[in-house]
């Protein structure tokens, strides 16, 4: 192989090796709710009941990156009442090479979100804790979970700009 061979790149699906490069991750939007501050911070009550959805949604832009959405929505509540709400909606600029086009939809809605996952729990256990209570520290995700639920259900998967 020659130094000018070295450079070059395969045709997009033909031969190149699978690589997804993250070009940039933002906050789309952020949401925290405290209702019954400072009231519902006194120590000593019992846990709360956690309610935790989250979505994933991907679409192609036209100069052939791909922007994933990852959205967490958690609800915090006791039997006296909601503690707090938060919903992070997070976002990604990614390249994605060597992926043929009938492998893209899962690359993008499980291995595209857990790459954005670990941000995604640090802003929401940063957020909560500013709030007043404990870092809320979301377990891991089962992308590959969530995304074959999604797909039972008919739901739609990718967007496209």
Not at 34 to 40: E, I, L
Request: proline content about 9%; glycine content about 10%; charged content about 25%.
């Amino acid at each position: 192989m020659t130094d000018t061979d070295a450079g070059a790149a395969a045709p997009e699906g033909q031969g190149a090796e699978p690589g997804i490069r993250i070009l940039a991750q933002f906050i789309r939007d952020l949401s925290f709710e405290n209702p019954r501050a400072p009231d519902a911070l006194r120590p000593g009550q019992d846990q709360p009941q956690i309610d935790l959805n989250v979505e994933m949604n991907a679409r192609g832009r036209e100069d052939g990156l791909f922007e994933v959405d990852l959205k967490l929505s958690a609800r915090a509540a006791r039997t006296d009442g909601p503690l707090f709400m938060v919903e992070l909606l997070y976002g990604g600029v990614f390249q994605i090479t060597g992926v043929p086009a009938e492998e893209m939809e899962p690359v993008l809605l499980i291995e595209c979100p857990r790459f954005l996952f670990p941000f995604a729990r640090r802003i929401i256990a940063e957020v909560s804790s500013e709030g007043g209570f404990p870092p809320f520290l979301i377990d891991p995700i089962d992308f590959g979970g969530v995304y074959a639920a999604r797909k039972a259900q008919g739901e739609p998967q990718i967007g496209h700009a």
